[in-house]
């Protein structure tokens, strides 16, 4: 009896276990995806709105659909692992259509533990554009881009694996926005 009892101990904590690295897994994968529902309602004030859902599915459909050049491989290797990518953009007619309030949400989730600010760009006239990744460790398992302009409210949303590097290689090409990060460049000779 005290052998079966035993067994059933060391069989519930291994369960128990193996559903705490699941449940930890599942919890760091959704915290990189934020609920972009709060701002649903500004779709009604604005004059223009883009709503992207790229799920995982969607992500392999379209990974399969680039062809074998070399910037379609280098693509795939830059969304390899992506679980998805959700844009929510919100162009209005006149300023001050959105208020501090409808971004707050956001902002609310970009300041929970593993959320870092990497960039953060300010203008009076323009509006101001910040980067967020969402570090998993050493890796960056989100990464979030918020743009505020008098005009326009913009969040982009990037679920999984990013390779900054990689990312930084593609500014201002493919619909890439220029996001300032600098890829490191060679060592030359002299520098050694």
Same mark, same amino acid.
């Given at each position: ?18 559903? $705490? $690295? ?5 919890? $760091?994968?959704d ?31 379209? $990974?399969?659909?680039?062809t ?59 509006g ?38 990689k ?26």
């Open positions: 009896m005290k052998l079966l009892f035993q067994q059933i101990i060391k069989t519930l904590i291994l369960g128990s276990l193996v559903l $705490a $690295a699941s449940a930890s897994r599942a919890t $760091a994968q915290s990189s995806r934020l609920r972009l529902t709060s701002l649903d309602a500004l779709a009604g004030k604005a004059s223009e709105t883009v709503d992207v859902n790229i799920d995982e599915r969607l992500m392999h459909v379209a $990974a399969s659909a680039l074998s050049d070399d910037d379609s491989k280098e693509i795939k290797k830059l969304i390899n692992g992506i679980k998805g990518i959700y844009v929510k953009s919100f162009e209005f007619e006149h300023e001050n259509e959105y208020s501090a309030a409808d971004v707050e949400d956001i902002r609310a989730q970009l300041r929970l533990p593993g959320w870092s600010k990497l960039v953060n760009v300010t203008s009076k006239k323009e101001n554009v910040e980067v967020y990744v969402l570090f998993n460790g050493d890796t960056v398992g989100g990464l979030t881009i918020l743009s505020t302009e008098p005009k326009e409210l913009t969040v982009v949303n990037i679920v999984g694996p990013v390779d900054l590097q990312l930084a290689e593609f500014e201002g090409q493919f619909g890439i926005p220029d996001l300032g990060l600098e890829s490191p460049k060679p060592k030359t000779k002299k520098e050694d």
